[in-house]
């Protein structure tokens, strides 16, 4: 459903990770999910505080993240799934820039949430577990 080798160059570009040659591409999408979690938490705080540029730089970061999430995903399987998840993506990332206009963390927290089953799913799916 992801492409593997966008996945990487999305990670390295939000990350600066200069390697994540260990990781297969079930995890680097893992990973990308859970850095856009992160941003979203200091996001989220980030508000609580009144601190107007981390928030806006927390958010964008987790926009652009999940854009690499949408962009990475893979049209030529489960197209139906995929077109889905792209239309989930696209959903967050307008929520993401309305939370940013608003300084709103009910809509970060939104949009945590629904990211955390989307990795919660995509842990499930994990090809390791099926194999062990």
Same mark, same amino acid.
């Given at each position: 459903m992801y492409a593997p080798n966008s996945a990487i160059a999305q990670y390295q570009r939000v990350n600066n990770v200069g390697s994540v040659e260990g990781a297969n591409p079930h995890q680097l999408i893992l990973m990308l999910m859970n850095g856009a979690l992160e941003r979203l938490?200091? &996001?989220?705080?980030? !508000?609580?505080?009144?601190?107007?540029? %981390?928030?806006?730089?927390?958010?964008?970061? &987790?926009?652009?993240? !999940?854009?690499?999430?949408?962009?990475? %995903?893979?049209?030529?399987?489960?197209?139906?799934?995929?077109d889905n998840l792209d239309r989930l993506y696209d959903y967050m990332q307008r929520r993401l820039l309305e939370a940013n206009l608003k300084n709103d963390v009910t809509i970060v927290d939104e949009v945590s949430d629904l990211l955390k089953t989307l990795k919660s799913t995509w842990q499930e799916i994990d090809p390791a577990r099926k194999s062990a």
């Amino acid at each position: 459903m992801y492409a593997p080798n966008s996945a990487i160059a999305q990670y390295q570009r939000v990350n600066n990770v200069g390697s994540v040659e260990g990781a297969n591409p079930h995890q680097l999408i893992l990973m990308l999910m859970n850095g856009a979690l992160e941003r979203l938490t200091q &996001a989220r705080g980030a !508000i609580e505080r009144r601190d107007i540029a %981390l928030k806006g730089a927390m958010i964008g970061k &987790a926009t652009t993240i !999940i854009g690499g999430l949408q962009g990475s %995903l893979d049209r030529n399987q489960a197209p139906d799934y995929v077109d889905n998840l792209d239309r989930l993506y696209d959903y967050m990332q307008r929520r993401l820039l309305e939370a940013n206009l608003k300084n709103d963390v009910t809509i970060v927290d939104e949009v945590s949430d629904l990211l955390k089953t989307l990795k919660s799913t995509w842990q499930e799916i994990d090809p390791a577990r099926k194999s062990a």
